[in-house]
């Protein structure tokens, strides 16, 4: 989809649709051309409604206020509000309050409004949308700088199809996306962007000692990957490194999960393809940060060969393990490739990201992640990153010495479940934190992505099913390190 800006005002411009917002229910604006038919229709332009108007050729859509949340969300309703029909040249004006994020916030609507996942289907169909054009004659008089609303866009569509392209992995069934196909993915991804990349196959991983990860790989036919994508800056400002869950399925092992459970878990890789995804936009954005991506791709299955409740692990740090639950597999891979990553990188911040518990879901909802750590630094770069900036909803989950105390095992170092069946969410987390060195303690956080990465319905601008969370969170967090 082509976007472009014009230096032109609105009505000067060709397009086979105007897209208009209503602001804040405001149908006596100067660009409302349709009022009296709106009120026939009982138009009141709440938040995302839309209404379209095709013998004048004006699609109007509801937002309530000009904050990014709201105009993303809205932009996203406009573009699948036209899903099915003919028209393909949009055009819309610059709708700006205080600054062109609200531009930014408005394309990425567009672009991750127009997303749809038809790998599977026989009949595709068609959002014909090919071009929108941006006026720079802002709603409310506004000057509209060039330069930057330019930029804008350009940030946008990085961000924006860098999302789509993790939703792409995330939908992707778990027979097609297995660990060595990730892997596949992630070098056609730095061949294609200059970023570096770094394998790990079953004897280098070995090597390594990452013992808990090729437990939970064990059964599996699929072998497992460790993969390192790198993005190197000459002078960076900051190193950070991001380490995602990659289980392209979880079928809970030997602890197995019951069928309805298991359905949706070929999302379990959203964490590894969400640090895909971030990848592939710090590259785009040609962020001055050194950024390193680690994926545990692993599939966890039944068999012979499986691992089992019993069975002692020896993480890549030294600390053992007591399996209770095949099903806390995630936070097995995660602490070996925390580790790794440690090992690999000195970092000013290092986030993990992973749909890690059912109980995060339980307690924020599904569409917020949870965030952890053991240091208000990182949690409050993520949160401030989150809502209106990035359009991902985040919430802080506080450690405490109590629950850290339920995971105490009476024949290892530490279990893999806690002996409560409260604060799942914060216990997984605490497990994690087990596995950061002291030197990295108050530069990690955890982000629990197990609601918004997959939801069977569409909610603001995501569709259904993968989300692509935790990538637009994770990039403005990190451009926040440079601004
Ligand atoms: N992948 C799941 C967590 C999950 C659940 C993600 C629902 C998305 C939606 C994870 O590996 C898991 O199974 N966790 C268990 C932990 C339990 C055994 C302590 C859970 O949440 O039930
Ligand atoms: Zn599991
Ligand atoms: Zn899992």
């Not at 959002?127 to 000057?143: A, D, P």
């Not at 090597?207 to 497992?224: D, F, G």
């Not at 012979?304 to 002692?312: E, H, M, Q, R, S």
């Not at 630094?377 to 900036?389: E, G, Y």
Request: proline content about 2%; charged content about 25%; overall charge positive.
């Amino acid at each position: 989809m082509k976007i472009e800006l014009k230096n032109k005002k609105i009505k000067d411009i060709d397009a086979q649709l105007e897209l208009i917002f209503v602001v804040n229910k405001d149908l006596d604006h100067t660009f409302i051309a349709d009022k009296k038919d709106l009120k026939k229709l009982n138009f009141k332009g709440a938040q995302d409604s839309t209404c379209l108007m095709a013998q004048s050729d004006r699609l109007y859509i509801g937002v309530d206020s000009l904050e990014s949340f709201n105009l993303r969300s809205a932009a996203a309703k406009a573009i699948k509000a036209i899903k099915s029909t003919s028209y393909s040249t949009l055009k819309v004006a610059s709708y700006i309050d205080q600054d062109e994020s609200s531009i930014q916030a408005m394309i990425e609507g567009f672009v991750l409004g127009k997303y749809s996942f038809e790998k599977y289907k026989s009949d595709k169909s068609k959002n014909r949308v090919e071009t929108i054009t941006l006026s720079t004659q802002c709603f409310n008089n506004q000057k509209v700088d060039i330069t930057k609303a330019n930029a804008a866009i350009v940030t946008a569509k990085a961000i924006a199809t860098s999302t789509n392209f993790t939703r792409d992995i995330v939908n992707t069934t778990p027979d097609d996306c297995y660990p060595e196909v990730m892997a596949e993915i992630a070098q056609a991804l730095a061949k294609k962007h200059g970023l570096g990349c770094t394998v790990l196959k079953p004897n280098e991983i070995k090597e390594q000692k990452m013992e808990a990860l090729l437990a939970v790989a064990r059964a599996s036919r699929h072998k497992p990957r460790v993969i390192h994508l790198t993005h190197k800056p000459k002078k960076p400002k900051a190193v950070v490194s991001i380490i995602g869950k990659g289980l392209t399925y979880d079928s809970g092992g030997l602890s197995l999960k019951p069928s309805d459970f298991m359905v949706t878990m070929k999302a379990d890789k959203s964490g590894g393809s969400a640090v895909l995804g971030i990848m592939r936009a710090v590259a785009k954005l040609d962020l001055p940060i050194e950024v390193h991506g680690f994926v545990g791709a692993v599939e966890n299955m039944i068999g012979g060969d499986a691992y089992k409740p019993d069975d002692v692990l020896v993480a890549k740090n030294g600390k053992t393990i007591e399996v209770r639950n095949t099903d806390a597999e995630g936070r097995l891979v995660l602490a070996d490739v925390l580790c790794y990553a440690q090992q690999e990188v000195k970092s000013d911040y290092i986030f993990d990201l992973a749909t890690l518990t059912g109980a995060c879901v339980v307690g924020v909802g599904e569409y917020t992640s949870g965030v952890m750590s053991n240091h208000a630094k990182p949690t409050n770069l993520l949160l401030k990153a989150s809502q209106d900036v990035s359009g991902e909803l985040a919430t802080k989950l506080d450690f405490n010495k109590y629950l850290k105390g339920t995971l105490k095992s009476n024949i290892a170092d530490i279990c893999n479940i806690s002996n409560t069946r409260y604060g799942g969410a914060i216990t997984a987390g605490l497990f994690l934190s087990e596995f950061i060195d002291e030197d990295h303690k108050d530069k990690w956080a955890h982000i629990d992505i197990a609601g918004p990465a997959f939801v069977e319905h569409e909610w603001g601008e995501n569709p259904v099913g993968a989300s692509g969370a935790g990538v637009r969170l994770v990039v403005a967090a990190l451009q926040s390190l440079v601004k």
